[in-house]
């Protein structure tokens, strides 16, 4: 059984408890659950802001988001384990031994940020070519490239505070 989570109430319950008693399970999720010690693998998650996928929203649009910041270091997104795992089938290592620290870009009145990011020797998820396989795969998922709206970049907005150097 695999499980996802990523939600900052209490989400499991008895009926959760019961479904998975005597049964392999695996989780991927960002915060924990209180069932860690009844689960068989336990694998770090990425949050929304360290994806890239789309969300279909209240109005029915289907909407493309890019990765915003990178991903924390030994967490994975859910697509990116799988990917990772197939490499492992195929015989491959998925990671390479090296880290590169990677600086997110400096907005206007944000101070930058780093992160170490290990770098993959198996595929990277690329979330547009998948959208586009799905859709070439399966013509109910044709709507992945024909129907789904990329956000336009807006021109860049000055901060309204002075951004001083310490």
Request: net charge negative; proline share 5%.
């Amino acid at each position: 059984m695999l499980l996802t989570g990523n939600y900052p109430n209490d989400w499991t319950d008895d009926r959760l408890s019961m479904a998975i008693d005597g049964k392999f399970t695996a989780i991927i999720d960002t915060l924990p659950t209180g069932y860690e010690n009844r689960l068989d693998v336990v694998m770090p998650g990425a949050t929304f802001a360290e994806k890239a996928g789309c969300f279909e929203n209240a109005k029915g649009m289907i909407q493309a988001f890019e990765q915003a910041i990178p991903v924390r270091e030994g967490c994975r997104t859910e697509s990116q384990i799988a990917l990772d795992l197939l490499a492992l089938a195929e015989g491959e290592d998925p990671i390479t031994a090296d880290a590169s620290v990677v600086i997110v870009d400096e907005q206007p009145g944000q101070v930058p940020g780093a992160a170490t990011i290990a770098r993959h020797s198996a595929a990277v998820f690329p979330a547009a070519d998948t959208r586009k396989a799905m859709a070439e795969a399966s013509a109910a998922l044709g709507v992945f490239t024909t129907e789904v709206r990329t956000p336009s970049v807006e021109a860049m907005q000055e901060a309204d505070l002075a951004a001083v150097e310490l």
